[in-house]
Every structure is written in structure tokens, then in C-alpha cells.
């Protein structure tokens, strides 16, 4: 596991703006602006008598704080809006190198960093929100914390993403995710490989609400979801009641989908485009 460097709070900041999309960083610029540059621009008033020098020491470190942090905070925000927006352009540079290579072992070049944007970047072209936890390294815990993007108070999913050139992921592995999704209430898991699984961690994960994903379903899986993405913006949305009562192919294992209807959690009664491959396989797609 690689070890975080110290960051500063200035940073942190920073950080936590890039994990937002680039625009919510600009509105966070402005806003933090206005509030600030409302306390700085306050008068004063002195205090005539001793009982409320407490109070105006306390304006007058508040407008202090404001003076400075009304140009501070906006730019920080602007750089994490920048980051953010170089982030993207990155995680869409990887996707696209993924899918115009014909070869699933293209994913072994990248760097474990480069491997959790692509599975981040591929997640959410088939419409999770997706949060990058950022304290795993190389070898770490979980990576990515998923929802629905329609659904962001209702079921989340976990991903641990193994870029292993040379061994297969094992059972333990996928024991220690399963673990994690009881122990913080994950409706799902997913652990995403650039190689194989052995056939342990296939026997342990049947029947559960884990999915392996390895570097072949991968690269399958991003191919489908940039296409799905690619299709929604040069074609006229279908109607509901003109959607054949089968879709596409999963964007996990390929496999034909049907229409099912969520039985219980946040989108229960709601329906969705779930695997004929079910539960061995839980790619799912929403229903416009």
C-alpha cells in the first residue's frame, strides 16, 4: 500500500473541490467570494464600555479572517475547479486509448492511479456517481464508492481495483471487500482487475452480491459504455413505450438484458435493465 503524503489545509481544500465536477468548483469560487467579501466590508464599532470589547475583538478577528480569505478561498477553489477539469479530460483520454486498442492487456501499461480513474471513468458512463476515496495506493482497501446518479441518498456500491500484471487475484481479495460491504451497509460490490481471478475467488463471489469484473469484461464493458454514451448524443431519445422488451447487451459479462422491477431499497417498484445472467452477474442499466 503506498503511503499518503502530508497535505497542508490548503490543499485539502483543493482536493475536495477537484472531487466535484468543474463547474460546482467555479459556484463554490463566487459564493465563498460574496460571504467573505460581506464580512470583510463590516464596520467596526468601538466599544464604549468594557463588556462588549469581547465581542468587538471577536468581529475584528472574524474580519480579519474575511479580508484574507475573501481572495484565498475563491482561488483555491479555482484551482480545484482546474483539477477537476483536467481530471476528466484525463480519465476521457484513458477511456478512449482503452477502447480503440483491440486487446484487453492494453489495460497493463497503465499505473495503478491511471487504472482507478479508468474503472471510475467507465463507471460513470453507465450513470453511477462515483467518489474516488483516494487512500488505497497500490494495494490498498476500497477505491471507488459508487450510487446511482438519479439516487444519491439510496444504495451504495464499493470497488477495489487490482492492477496486477503478473498474478491473479485471489479469494482474500474478494473476502476482504465482502467484509467491508457488511460492515458499511453496501448494497453491492464490484472488484475490477487489468488480469484473472483464480478460481477461488469465482467460487467465493457466486451467489453473492459481488461482481468480478477482469481486464477481458473490462474492456468489454468500456466499449459498451462508450458507445451507449456515444449514441445518446447523436440520436433522438426512444420513448419509454417503444423500448423492445429486450436491450442491449451488459455492459459486465455481454450477456442479453431484460426489464425488471427493484423490490426493495430506494427504487423499489422502479424499473431497470437488469442481466439474464442474474445473480451470477448484476450489470444493471437504467431505463430513461
Same mark, same amino acid.
Request: contains cysteine.
Given at each position: ?24 468548483? +467555479?459556484?463554490?469560487?463566487?459564493? %465563498? ?41 475563491? +482561488? ?7 483539477? %477537476? ?5 484525463? *480519465?476521457?483520454?484513458?477511456? =478512449?486509448?482503452?477502447?480503440? %486498442?483491440?486487446? %484487453? ?7 495503478? *492511479? ?23 495506493? /497500490?494495494?490498498?482497501? !476500497?477505491?471507488? !464508492? ?22 491473479? !487475484?485471489?479469494?482474500?481479495?474478494? *473476502? ?32 453473492? =452480491?459481488?461482481?468480478? +469484473? ?8 468500456? *466499449?459498451?459504455?462508450? /458507445? ?29 438484458? !431484460?426489464?425488471?422491477? /427493484?423490490?426493495?431499497?430506494?427504487? /423499489? ?17 437504467? +431505463?430513461?
Amino acid at each position: 500500500m503506498a503511503k499518503r503524503r502530508k497535505t497542508s489545509a490548503a490543499e485539502d481544500v483543493m482536493d475536495l473541490v477537484a472531487m466535484l465536477p468543474w463547474w460546482a468548483g +467555479i459556484v463554490l469560487s463566487v459564493a %465563498s467570494y460574496l460571504l467573505l467579501h460581506g464580512v470583510a466590508s463590516q464596520t467596526v464599532a468601538s466599544a464604549a464600555v468594557p463588556a462588549k470589547i469581547g465581542a468587538m475583538v471577536t468581529h475584528t478577528l472574524w474580519k480579519t479572517v474575511a479580508t484574507v480569505g475573501q481572495y484565498v478561498l475563491p +482561488i483555491l477553489c479555482l484551482a480545484g475547479a482546474g483539477t %477537476s477539469a483536467w481530471r476528466r479530460k484525463e *480519465r476521457m483520454s484513458l477511456v =478512449n486509448a482503452a477502447v480503440q %486498442s483491440e486487446a %484487453s492487456d492494453a489495460l497493463d501499461g497503465m499505473s495503478w *492511479r491511471e487504472f482507478e480513474m479508468l474503472v471510475g471513468e467507465g463507471f460513470r458512463l453507465q450513470g453511477y456517481q462515483v467518489v474516488e476515496t483516494g487512500g488505497g495506493g /497500490a494495494d490498498g482497501g !476500497v477505491d471507488l !464508492v459508487l450510487r446511482r446518479s438519479r439516487d444519491a441518498g439510496g444504495e451504495k456500491f464499493l470497488v477495489q481495483c487490482k492492477q496486477w500484471r503478473a498474478f491473479k !487475484v485471489g479469494v482474500d481479495v474478494v *473476502r476482504e471487500l465482502y467484509g467491508v460491504m457488511a460492515a458499511r451497509g453496501a448494497a453491492g460490490g464490484f472488484v475490477v482487475t487489468s488480469g484473472q481471478f483464480t478460481d477461488a475467488a469465482v467460487s467465493f463471489a457466486s451467489g453473492r =452480491n459481488v461482481t468480478l +469484473i477482469d481486464g477481458r469484461k473490462l474492456h468489454g464493458l468500456l *466499449r459498451e459504455a462508450k /458507445a451507449a454514451v456515444t449514441r445518446s448524443t447523436t440520436r433522438p431519445a426512444v420513448p419509454a413505450s417503444a423500448a423492445p422488451a429486450q436491450t442491449s447487451k451488459c455492459p459486465v459479462c455481454a450477456k442479453p438484458m !431484460v426489464r425488471r422491477t /427493484a423490490k426493495r431499497g430506494a427504487n /423499489a417498484g422502479g424499473e431497470f435493465w437488469g442481466c439474464t445472467g442474474y445473480p451470477t452477474c448484476r450489470g444493471t442499466r437504467p +431505463i430513461p
